[in-house]
């Protein structure tokens, strides 16, 4: 149980185009959903804090307006990368937290490796 | 500031112990996590502690002492499979997880 899904697996799209990453809690409801980004060698840096129904809590230094996060119900959250820059080209990684599990335990998605040209 | 070290990497052999560190300095103390991270995946869950002590888990075990700020994780029979990056994680006064670095382990035959 716990099952936390992230489409696509990996994307490579275009300088200045958006793509947007989907994270499903598949057997659980996720109170919480988190983004991750994650540069090679590097640790997890939490971008965005999210709860179903209300709006992302950014952590600093991460543009809301750039990396768009919607948490609509409680097994979906998506984040949005508008206008690609190679840049931001990462690892990208969701984890949901709800009943389950640990206190505070994040169950974490399989990630997306983003690659823009 | 909040603060959270471990080793950057370390080399241990096939069927052999390791020990892996981590010290914190967090605002409050909710829990602490051990994570495991292959290259290129996400990370998986280890092991959580909260109270003072030693938690065994197979051949994986977690201790924590709060007075100190200190948890280890202490890895035996080492296989080849648990060449990973280890990740601490403290939970903080905001119920938010603080990570570490994270600690490069290399088994070597």
């Known amino acids: 149980g716990a099952v936390v899904s992230q489409h696509p697996s990996w994307v490579i799209c275009k300088s200045g185009t958006s793509v947007k990453i989907e994270c499903r809690s598949l057997?659980?409801?996720?109170?919480?959903m988190f983004w991750y980004r994650q540069f090679p060698k590097q640790s997890l840096m939490l971008m965005a804090t999210?709860?179903?129904?209300?709006?992302?809590?950014?952590e600093q230094g991460v543009e809301k307006d750039k990396f768009l996060i919607n948490h609509a119900s409680l097994t979906l959250s998506t984040l949005t990368v508008t206008s690609a820059h190679p840049e931001d080209s990462s690892f990208y990684i969701c984890?949901?937290?709800?009943?389950?599990?640990?206190?505070?335990?994040?169950?974490f998605g399989p990630g997306t490796r983003l690659t823009v040209t | 500031g909040q603060n959270i070290d471990q080793p950057t990497e370390m080399t241990a052999t096939e069927g052999a112990i390791v020990q892996i560190n981590c010290t914190y300095q967090?605002?409050?103390?909710?829990?602490l996590f051990w994570y495991q991270q292959h290259a290129g995946e996400a990370p998986t869950f280890l092991s959580y502690?909260?109270l003072d002590g030693l938690e065994e888990k197979g051949r994986f075990s977690s201790f924590l002492s709060r007075s100190k700020g200190y948890s280890y994780l202490l890895l035996k029979e080492l296989q080849m499979k648990d060449s990973a990056s280890y990740l601490c994680a403290v939970v903080d006064s905001n119920y938010q997880l603080i990570w570490g670095a994270g600690t490069k382990l290399i088994i070597k035959p």
């Open positions: 502690n909260v």
């Open positions: 999210s709860n179903e129904g209300s709006k992302a809590t950014y």
């Open positions: 057997d659980f409801q996720a109170t919480t």
């Open positions: 967090t605002s409050g103390f909710n829990g």
């Open positions: 984890s949901a937290r709800g009943e389950r599990g640990a206190p505070y335990e994040q169950y």
